[in-house]
Every structure is written in C-alpha cells, then in structure tokens.
C-alpha cells in the first residue's frame, strides 16, 4: 500500500470517528471517558423525574398522577412580570388551537418561589389564563429536586433596600414530556402559539 492510498485510508477513519461523536451519545462517551466499566448510555435526554407538590387546590400529588397525558411544564413564580405571564399566555392560546386534542395535555407551572407562592396565590394566577393550568407549589427542598431533574436554574435576586420585594432568575423553558414522564422536546418564550400547537399535534 503506498503512502498516499494510506493517508487517505486514515483521513476517512478518522472522519468517520469524527462523525460518530457528533451523533451518537454512545461514540462520545466512548471517546471522551476513562478506560474501565460504565453505565450504559443511551440517546434520551436527561430531563424530567419524579417530583411531589401541592397544587393549586391544596391537594398533595406527585408526577404519577399526570401519567397517561402529557405535561407541558414550565418552571416560574407568580410575581413575575413579564416572562411567566407570556410562557402561560403562549401555552393556553396553544391549548386553544388545540382543540379537543387539548385535553391529552396537562400544563403545570411549578413555582420557584415557594416562600410567596402559596395554593391559594397560584390558584389566583392560573385562573387569569386557562382552566387547564395546574399550579404546583412545595417545600424548598422539593422545589430543588424538581428544578435538578428538569435541569432548571433558578436564584433568588434581593434588592438591599426592600429585601421583601426580591425576584427571582430562573430557566424560561417549557418541557414537553410524554404519557410515561418522559422528554420529547422544549419551547423557548419566542415560540408561537402555532407552532407550539403544530408540534404538540404531532406528538399526540
């Protein structure tokens, strides 16, 4: 074999190995770990988990009461002023176009601020935007838990001078997760409520 026939042989693996890595979970966690035994990995995306609330309704519940529909969930707090109030818009103008296929769909909005966001205050904030919304509150430890596995930041921002009017930062993402709890896919705040609807349709 000459010597350009074997660059050649060596570019295409060495593309070919390129290629890998890019697309499979599998080829990356090969290439880029240390020798010995691993966990199986596989494509899914490491979102969504069980979690337990209290909902809007005083009622406790946990992620397997929703089995069977999919949830549409979106992590926020009531005294948002901008953000959340759109994510709820956009999400209950998406239900509407919808239709009957809505009521396979559960949206959830989970409150990052458990300190201010009682039952009874997200009960008054879902019920300014579709009677389908569920409110979910906790404690801050459930809070945490829920927001690890969704993959979700959320910090609390005071002002020094009226340390009781803090806000909150947090992931503006809404999650799409299957009959089972599992991811399907997510929308940013800059998507449209026919494009929310057109994907959702298709995964029904």
Known sequence: MNTKLIVVVVAGLFLGAIAAVAILPEARHALFSP????????GKALVGGPFTFTDHTGKRVTDKDYRGQEMLIFFGFTSCPDIC??????????LDKLGPKAERITPIFITVDPQRDTPERLAEFVANFNPRIVGLTGTPAETAAAAKAYRVYYK?????????????????????????????????????????AARIAKTL
């Open 35 to 42: 020798p010995g035994p691993h966990p199986q990995v596989s």
């Open 156 to 196: 609390k921002v005071e002002d020094k001078d009226a340390p009781q009017a803090y806000t909150m930062d947090h992931t503006s993402i809404m999650y799409l997760m299957d009959a089972n709890g599992e991811f399907i896919t997510h929308f940013s705040p800059t998507t449209t409520p026919d494009e929310m």
């Open 85 to 94: 109030p759109a994510a709820m818009q956009l999400v209950s103008a998406a």
